[in-house]
């Protein structure tokens, strides 16, 4: 099946820092998104991408959908304490009349130190 | 308004025990996910109903989990015998969109522990 990779599995920032993720695949996705997951809840979207090339932010977050439709980048600014958490790539390939089934990369687990 | 629901929210049981994880979706999601989130991963997709028709169940291990969506609102889903290697979060999530645009609303999850 489709592997998303994400590497490092974890990162240690200042407060303060800007951070850089990012999500490659061996197969071509029609859509790109990112989940952050909090201890002992569900991930929640934070941005979805659906057009290769696209740009889009989220307060802080800047996250963008790769040319090659093989990867997606997220971008945190100015880090605060309550950016700690798990950060997902999630990625779905073309549907054809159905819903298509999103692929999850084994996440990063990011660390803001105050 | 209110999110997707899960119970229990923790659950510990031995090998060879059953177990059955209920979820009720947000009002109006045609849309219904079971993922299992082992510890260090991602979440796996188990199974996906649009409303009470099974659309994709491909990852689900149909010799010990069923999971059924009777009038196409709330899901159960059963694990029976459980194994060792089920040890896992079971998330279940909904969508609005009948055509999948992948942006899925969680539940907090039902904790699994198998001894």
């Known amino acids: 099946g489709q592997q998303l990779n994400q590497s490092p599995q974890s990162m240690f920032i200042q407060e303060g820092e800007d951070v850089s993720m990012n999500c490659t695949s061996s197969?071509?996705?029609?859509?790109w998104l990112w989940y952050k997951q909090d201890p002992g809840e569900g991930p929640v979207l934070l941005i979805a991408?659906?057009?290769?090339?696209e740009l889009t932010s989220n307060g802080r977050l800047t996250a963008q959908f790769g040319i090659t439709r093989k990867d997606s980048f997220l971008n945190i600014s100015a880090s605060i304490p309550s950016d700690v958490g798990i950060y997902f790539c999630a990625g779905q390939l073309p549907s054809y009349g159905a819903n298509s089934k999103l692929t999850f990369g084994k996440g990063i687990t990011l660390s803001v130190r105050p | 308004e209110a999110g997707v629901a899960q119970s229990p929210r923790y659950k510990i049981i031995e090998k060879r025990q059953s177990v059955a994880f209920w979820c009720n979706p947000i009002s109006g999601h045609a849309t219904l996910y079971w993922y299992q989130q082992i510890l260090g991963q991602g979440p796996k997709l188990l199974i996906q109903?649009?409303?009470?028709?099974?659309?994709?169940d491909s990852q689900l291990p149909k010799d010990r989990f069923s999971a059924e969506r009777l009038k196409g609102v709330d899901s159960t889903l059963k694990i029976q015998p459980a194994k060792l290697e089920d040890s896992a979060v079971y998330l279940c999530a909904s969508s609005f969109q009948g055509q999948g645009t992948g942006e899925l609303f969680f539940g907090e999850g039902s904790r699994l522990t198998v001894l």
């Open positions: 109903f649009q409303n009470n028709g099974v659309v994709d």
């Open positions: 991408l659906y057009k290769a090339g």
């Open positions: 197969s071509i996705f029609n859509t």
